[in-house]
């Protein structure tokens, strides 16, 4: 290993701050190649309102931009990072679904760029990383050789994120669901997609998606893969479980 790589991962592994951390990260990304780096986690506060740590060295009018039009909605990024723990590189494909989010990121110099997630069984959280720059594209290659680093930096500073996050009363273990949002959970757990769920079910897509909501917020976790953990510990995904 690269001296200058040994000696900032050690000088990350003893960062007790999340902005400290943050500082290490982003000059370890770069040194990789990388101009911009973004970590974020989400929760859930004790009023139930949805939140985000977000860190980032993004240009300050795409961050408000980003905000102020609640683009993590419609972001491909977040949809996938919430639904697996996968590397994924950013392509125009990927953003067919969001074009205008797509077009601001080329406008800003943020289209070459890979993210993946850091899901937390324990808490029911997940984190977000990614590293981007304004020039040449990522490869296969260099997302491989790369990964083993951006992993041990993502769970670093999630570990750090979480310890500073509010905390939250505990929620009761066993929360009640309905005999539906079991069905639901059961068809996620087999890999099914909202669509293919619907179909079974003979319900449409949106209330397939209503009830998984309604599914973690008697959870209080913030995805559906949380969801999902929570209900098999919870007995609801044993094939007689009753709700």
């Known amino acids: 290993m690269e001296r200058w790589k040994e000696s900032q991962l050690k000088q990350l592994a003893a960062s007790a701050e999340l902005e400290i951390a943050y500082g290490v990260s982003l000059s370890f990304a770069k040194n990789m190649g990388f101009e911009f780096f973004a970590f974020s986690t989400s929760y859930t506060s004790k009023t139930d309102d949805f939140n985000t ?13 980003y905000e102020k039009k609640k683009l993590a909605a419609i972001d491909p990024i977040v949809a996938h990072c919430h639904q697996s723990a996968m590397p994924i590189v950013w392509s125009e494909e990927l953003f067919s679904g969001a074009r205008c989010l797509w077009d601001g990121l080329e406008q800003q110099g943020l289209q070459h760029g890979w993210s993946q997630a850091i899901h937390d069984e324990e808490s029911g959280l997940c ?15 260099e997302l491989y ?32 669901l309905s005999l539906r949002e079991i069905d639901v959970l059961k068809l996620a757990a087999d890999g099914k997609t909202a669509y293919e769920s619907a179909g079974i079910l003979n319900l449409s897509p949106r209330t397939i998606n209503f009830h998984v909501q309604e599914a973690i917020r008697k959870f209080g976790v913030s995805n559906k893969i949380s969801a999902v953990i929570a209900a098999a510990k919870a007995g609801y995904l044993d094939r007689n479980a009753i709700g």
């Open 53 to 65: 740590v977000r860190l980032n060295n993004y240009p300050s009018d795409w961050n408000s931009a």
């Open 127 to 141: 984190s977000i990383l990614s590293l981007v720059r304004s020039h040449c594209p990522i490869s296969a290659w």
């Open 145 to 176: 050789e790369h990964l083993g680093f951006s992993s041990f930096i993502g769970h670093h500073l999630h570990k750090l994120a979480v310890r500073s996050l509010p905390t939250r009363p505990a929620t009761p273990s066993n929360p009640q």
